[in-house]
């Protein structure tokens, strides 16, 4: 795909979505598929609850127009086991999110399938991408140097582990308007222009869809938000990124490209085992995620998810000057 051809695929996505996105809204305020709020959360969520959420089934329409992008750009009838790898792991994940979104719905609650039960589905759903990808993805890391650091299954457990905490690392960003789509359009944008010099199948044209989507969604989720794209698009997003970089070999320059969300991810676990080990008396951060330490701070929320695009554009540059540019 040429650098031309990438960029009319992304403005005519982005114009479809744009032009979508509120029949889309209509849709999900009829059948009541709206945010519900916690009760811990900051007193100025509540008056969130109501708006639609579920915004991130618009990624469909997208990923199916990468699909056939791809194809009608290689020639293809049919897609490689790298492609049908990473479309299987996307497409879990996408449906992972919106049961998780509809289960909300039916509990009348902010808690949707039990934690235990979204892992299991995210490792099956690592797992087989990781088989079905075989031996597009050889199970080897090696270092700049040249030199081994993983190889065999201790590549599979420590590149499964990664591939579900980015998921989630996605997951746990998306809680303020406009955060997660601004912070994730950096490194979706550096992974779709590497991708266009290194072509990694479906995986590399996945991340112009996605940047497509973020840019029209941006639209529809700034402060105040008229939509969420909630666990549904979330969860795809960071599919996409999680495929991207094993697929093109790019697993430890995306561990600085998603070092915003890795942050995010890092604060929760530092929260919880603090709190844990202090007895249920100590919390390192006023609330976990970090985002949500700032709003207790007084940061308004469009402040926060502008500076943290700050803080990614900076991890994003710092990524793509590890990544090979020729």
Do not use: C
Request: proline fraction near 3%; avoid cysteine.
């Amino acid at each position: 795909m040429t650098a031309r051809s990438a960029m009319l695929l992304v403005l005519l996505l982005a114009l479809v979505d744009l032009a979508l996105f509120p029949l889309l809204i209509v849709w999900l305020r009829r059948t009541r598929f709206t945010q519900l709020i916690r009760d811990e959360g900051p007193a100025s969520h509540k008056s969130k609850a109501g708006t639609p959420t579920g915004g991130g089934l618009m990624l469909v329409l997208n990923i199916v127009g990468a699909v056939a992008a791809h194809l009608f750009m290689t020639g293809r009838r049919d897609l490689t086991g790298l492609d049908v790898a990473t479309l299987v792991f996307v497409a879990v994940n996408l449906l992972l999110g919106f049961l998780d979104d509809w289960t909300k719905e039916l509990k009348h609650r902010n808690d949707g399938l039990l934690g235990y039960q979204k892992l299991l589905i995210q490792t099956v759903a690592a797992g087989l991408f990781f088989y079905l990808a075989y031996p597009s993805i050889v199970p080897t890391l090696r270092l700049a140097s040249g030199g081994v650091l993983l190889a065999g299954w201790a590549f599979y457990v420590v590149a499964m582990l990664y591939a579900v905490g980015m998921v989630n690392a996605f997951n746990l960003t998306d809680g303020l308007d406009g955060l997660l789509a601004k912070t994730s359009l950096p490194a979706f944008a550096v992974a779709g222009a590497a991708s266009l010099l290194h072509p990694s199948g479906l995986a590399g044209i996945l991340p112009l869809a996605a940047v497509a989507f973020v840019i029209s969604f941006l639209w529809f989720n700034g402060t105040k938000a008229s939509v969420f794209m909630g666990d549904t698009g979330s969860l795809a997003l960071g599919s996409i990124f999680v495929a991207w970089a094993f697929a093109s070999g790019n697993q430890v320059s995306s561990i600085l490209l998603g070092g915003l969300f890795l942050g995010e991810a890092t604060s929760v676990m530092i929260q919880v085992a603090v709190f844990k080990a202090s007895g249920r008396r100590k919390r390192v951060f006023l609330m976990a995620p970090i985002h949500h330490h700032f709003e207790k701070l007084g940061w308004a929320e469009p402040t926060i998810a502008d500076r943290f695009f700050v803080v990614s554009i900076l991890f994003v540059i710092a990524g793509a000057l590890t990544m090979t540019w020729r």
